[in-house]
């Protein structure tokens, strides 16, 4: 099993490996969906990482882990293609990647891997109630001393 986190974090606690962190990693694009009174509609591309960590005894054993655990993530994302009712996997653009596999201090094993894709969100910018009417002030500067660098 798992810990599974909505961010980064490092360094990984030792009991909490194998580790799986859902990080996003830029805004690629916005384009403009949809106008109507309530607010702009846009659709919001982001690119997100699904990094996994697995740590274990020898190469073997945790190229095995971070293989399963990178290869049950990917199936979650493609059964999942609809994320929310606002949000769309991007399944064109679905990327898997994996690290060396390095001893670390303690002589266990340790790699990683991450899946990449483009998740389009639509999202509405709310129009601003009108709260009242500015009128342009008027100042009589006649009657201010003039600016003694003048």
Do not use: N
Request: aromatic letters at 6%.
């Amino acid at each position: 099993m798992a810990v599974v986190y909505p961010h980064e974090i490092v360094p990984i606690p030792l009991e909490e490996w194998p580790a799986v962190m859902v990080v996003g990693q830029t805004l690629e694009r916005m384009t403009r969906d949809d106008v109507e009174a309530t607010g702009t509609h846009w659709l919001c591309t982001y690119r997100i990482r699904v990094y996994v960590w697995a740590r274990g005894e020898g190469f073997a054993h945790t190229d095995r882990v971070r293989k399963r655990i990178t290869l049950a993530a990917r199936e979650v994302l493609m059964q999942l293609r609809k994320v929310t009712g606002r949000a769309q996997l991007d399944d064109s653009s679905l990327g898997e990647s994996y690290s060396d596999l390095d001893v670390d201090q303690a002589d266990a094993t340790v790699g990683g891997a991450y899946l990449e894709f483009l998740l389009v969100v639509q999202e509405v910018l709310g129009t601003v109630p009108t709260k009242g009417v500015v009128q342009t002030p008027v100042i009589d500067t006649a009657s201010l001393p003039p600016h003694p660098a003048l």
